[in-house]
């Protein structure tokens, strides 16, 4: 792995940070707006996956090259009970459609990023 490389990766991570805490803060004040039993039940388990997932983020920095694959891997689990949970709630009519694109578009910027860093750090596992 070369430098430029090298970089490239690291700032591809400092940038799903400020994407994911844009998309945080969407979704935290949809869930405020969802019904009342509703919020404390899949609101809750939604938030619960976001900040897991935002914790992971944080951690790609800190951790050993071995291991960003697999927490990658873990990241990429949670975006996809996200969308399971957006869909759930699109589907009682908690959340209206413009909601749930917005949030599948942010999901989706995330995954793109995430895909690439995927793919990068996997290479590697693949010998």
Same mark, same amino acid.
């Given at each position: 792995?070369?430098?430029?490389?090298? +970089?490239?990766?690291?700032?591809?991570?400092?940038?799903?940070?400020?994407?994911?805490?844009?998309?945080?803060?969407?979704?935290? $004040?949809?869930?405020? @707006?969802?019904?009342?039993?509703?919020?404390?039940?899949?609101?809750?388990?939604? =938030?619960?996956?976001?900040? @897991?997932?935002?914790?992971?983020?944080?951690?790609? /920095?800190?951790? $050993? $090259?071995? &291991?960003?694959?697999?927490? %990658? +891997? /873990?990241?990429?689990?949670?975006? +996809?009970?996200? &969308?399971? !949970? %957006?869909?759930?709630?699109?589907?009682? =009519?908690?959340? /209206? $459609? =413009?909601? %749930?694109?917005?949030?599948?578009?942010?999901?989706?910027?995330?995954? #793109?990023?995430?895909?690439?860093?995927?793919? !990068?750090?996997?290479?590697? !596992?693949? #010998?």
């Amino acid at each position: 792995m070369n430098k430029d490389e090298k +970089n490239n990766k690291e700032n591809n991570i400092l940038n799903l940070i400020p994407k994911t805490e844009k998309y945080i803060q969407y979704v935290i $004040e949809m869930i405020i @707006k969802i019904p009342r039993t509703e919020k404390y039940s899949i609101g809750t388990e939604y =938030k619960l996956s976001i900040y @897991k997932m935002l914790e992971s983020i944080i951690g790609l /920095n800190k951790i $050993e $090259e071995k &291991r960003k694959l697999c927490n %990658l +891997n /873990n990241i990429d689990t949670e975006l +996809n009970l996200q &969308r399971i !949970y %957006l869909r759930i709630m699109y589907k009682n =009519k908690w959340i /209206n $459609e =413009k909601k %749930l694109n917005t949030c599948m578009e942010q999901i989706y910027e995330i995954g #793109k990023i995430l895909g690439g860093l995927i793919k !990068y750090y996997g290479k590697d !596992y693949k #010998k």
